[in-house]
């Protein structure tokens, strides 16, 4: 059943918000991984995460857009021209992207102009210097994200029920993949990208039900590999790892994985502390966080192999942190690959690379 689901809703990732709609439901989509979703489920709308849109060709973007904007974001945007995403009742936008934050003001002046008709943009404003006066004002940003939702307060404790059900199963499936009995990295992560974008009572229940059959009956041998930086738009570079012989047994930065972090936020909690939770998340672009730090410990975390670090061209934050990540984990005897100024398509020759890298590594297991 969940492979099914995957597969269906991977070919068509707008088909259950179309349907939802059609039946007379709001629809709202929203893009990245720091939107607090517990927000859009007590508006009484479904969430769709954009972020899971197939790749598409971008001629259309391609008019408004400059190069710098992630390709991600154009894809995005592409739908959004073509009319694609005309069912939903608003798109949110997260400041705390750089793309995505741009993508705001060209919507908001492509509608303001008639250019286009497409649902209307809402900036999540959310702040992530750790300061006080940083925390004070995304405390007001998700309050007044709440107010133009229409939000019901009253909801709060089941929408953050129903996101902590997912966060508890999501961390259940990523401690299942470091384990002694590994998950099979390429469909994990179609997994995690399909969750956002389906039912998510029903999805929750098959992947629950999907995870007690699998837990411990399956042993993938060769070398665990960890694979942090930008977000491909497919699990193409985990297949190549399996291609080498290897298993992405982790990733590290804005993946699906992270589309629901723990901790849990307090069920009978309120705006205030759905905003805390946002504002401390630490995996995004924008985190003010020790990121080669973060990656050894992940990377102790999961007893991985090797490490992966894989960066698109568009890619202005991240990229500062490749040095230290190299010299951290080449200090802690942990091979590392780096990869920058990548094609986000992986048209280059990352695949080739990668398959050699995992290769390399098969004297470590």
């Not at 102790?300 to 990540?325: H, Y």
Request: aromatic share 8%; net charge negative.
């Amino acid at each position: 059943m969940l492979e099914k689901i995957v597969a269906n809703t991977l070919i068509d990732p707008l088909a259950a918000g179309r349907t939802y709609c059609k039946a007379g439901g709001t629809v709202i989509g929203y893009v990245g991984s720091e939107i607090p979703v517990e927000l859009i489920i007590a508006a009484g709308a479904m969430p769709i995460q954009l972020s899971g849109l197939m790749p598409t060709n971008s001629k259309l973007a391609d008019e408004y857009l400059e190069n710098s904007f992630a390709p991600m974001v154009r894809v995005i945007t592409n739908h959004y021209l073509q009319g694609n995403l005309d069912f939903l009742r608003y798109i949110i936008l997260p400041r705390s992207n750089d793309s995505a934050q741009r993508l705001y003001y060209y919507l908001c002046e492509l509608r303001r102009s008639k250019r286009t008709s497409g649902p209307e943009p809402l900036i999540y404003d959310l702040a992530k210097i750790p300061r006080d006066i940083s925390r004070s004002y995304s405390d007001w940003a998700t309050s007044k994200l709440a107010s133009e939702l229409e939000t019901n307060e009253a909801d709060l404790p089941y929408a953050i029920s129903l996101r902590n059900r997912r966060r508890r199963l999501f961390e259940a499936v990523n401690t299942t993949r470091i384990g002694q009995h590994s998950l099979q990295g390429s469909f994990i992560d179609r997994v995690f990208r399909t969750a956002d974008l389906y039912d998510a009572d029903m999805f929750d229940r098959v992947l629950s039900d999907w995870l007690n059959k699998n837990q411990g009956n399956t042993i993938i041998q060769g070398p665990r590999l960890l694979l942090s930086g930008s977000v491909p738009p497919d699990e193409r570079l985990h297949r190549a790892v399996e291609t080498g012989g290897g298993n992405v047994v982790s990733e590290l930065g804005d993946f699906p994985c992270f589309s629901a972090q723990m901790p849990v936020i307090p069920e009978e909690g309120s705006i205030s502390d759905i905003a805390e939770h946002y504002y401390s998340m630490t995996h995004g672009t924008r985190s003010f966080v020790d990121r080669s730090k973060i990656t050894l410990s992940c990377a102790r975390t999961a007893t991985v192999d090797g490490v992966i670090n894989w960066l698109i061209e568009e890619e202005e934050a991240l990229v500062w942190d490749v040095p230290s990540q190299k010299r951290v984990l080449e200090t802690a005897g942990i091979p590392i690959l780096s990869l920058v100024r990548k094609r986000w398509d992986a048209s280059d020759d990352v695949i080739d690379d990668i398959i050699s890298f995992t290769k390399s590594l098969g004297d470590r297991v």
